[in-house]
């Protein structure tokens, strides 16, 4: 069936340091990809989407590449700030109906 | 400014208790879902809904019902509670072809 796998659960970094947090997906369908981050006591609010192989999108200084080959939608920060601490969750879906999201990494920023 | 909103935030039940978890949303969205998030596991798609009285299972209905009798309401049953239904609930809401919109939840406790 269709899932979506991310494996880190915790990432710790300190401020200024860059950041990558896996996607991987399995599909039988041409996906729709994105990240959703979650604030501490706040709904999930969409950060990135994308649908098309090859091309990055970008979104308050993180960005995604989806990789149809490798079946990867991994997000990526150049410089990680305390603001940034927050869960992230990963979802695909046929279309933007709908979402089968991954399990979350909780990423902490330290000063 | 485009809304989801959860009533109530958090609530505390005991085992076999009736629960009614009511969503609103103010942008004439068509679709709308149930999650519950729990730790380690993301968030899970009880009910996918399409319009007033057009309701899908998602992937964990069991111990859940819905109800959408206008387009903008759409609530979550549980039927006798249980404890390991403890979790946190979102609804949410999808705009044609764009994001889904995330209610900032209710943390349900089942004692």
């Known amino acids: 069936g269709d899932s979506v796998t991310q494996t880190e659960g915790l990432v710790t970094l300190t401020k200024g340091l860059p950041v990558m947090l896996n996607c991987t997906y399995q599909?039988?369908?041409?996906?729709?990809l994105f990240w959703y981050v979650q604030h501490l006591n706040e709904a999930p609010k969409l950060l990135l989407k994308s649908s098309t192989d090859n091309k990055r999108t970008e979104h308050q200084g993180f960005y995604a590449t989806l990789h149809k080959s490798s079946s990867s939608f991994h997000l990526q920060k150049s410089s990680v700030q305390l603001s940034d601490s927050a869960l992230y969750f990963c979802?695909?879906?046929?279309?933007?109906?709908?979402?089968?999201f991954g399990s979350g990494t909780k990423l902490t920023v330290e000063p | 400014d485009m809304k989801v909103t959860q009533m109530p935030r958090y609530l505390i039940k005991r085992m076999g208790e009736n629960v009614l978890l009511e969503c609103g949303q103010d942008?004439?969205?068509?679709?709308m879902y149930w999650y519950r998030q729990d730790p380690g596991l993301g968030l899970q798609l009880i009910y996918i809904s399409y319009d007033v009285d057009s309701n899908s299972e998602g992937d964990i209905p069991k111990g859940y019902r819905v109800s959408r009798k206008k387009r903008e309401h759409f609530s979550l049953i549980l039927d006798s509670a249980k404890t390991n239904q403890t979790s946190v609930y979102f609804c949410a809401s999808r705009r044609d072809s764009t994001e889904v919109f995330f209610g900032k939840g209710t943390r349900l406790t089942v004692v």
């Open positions: 979802a695909s879906g046929p279309n933007y109906n709908v979402l089968y």
């Open positions: 599909t039988t369908y041409s996906p729709f």
């Open positions: 942008m004439s969205h068509e679709t």
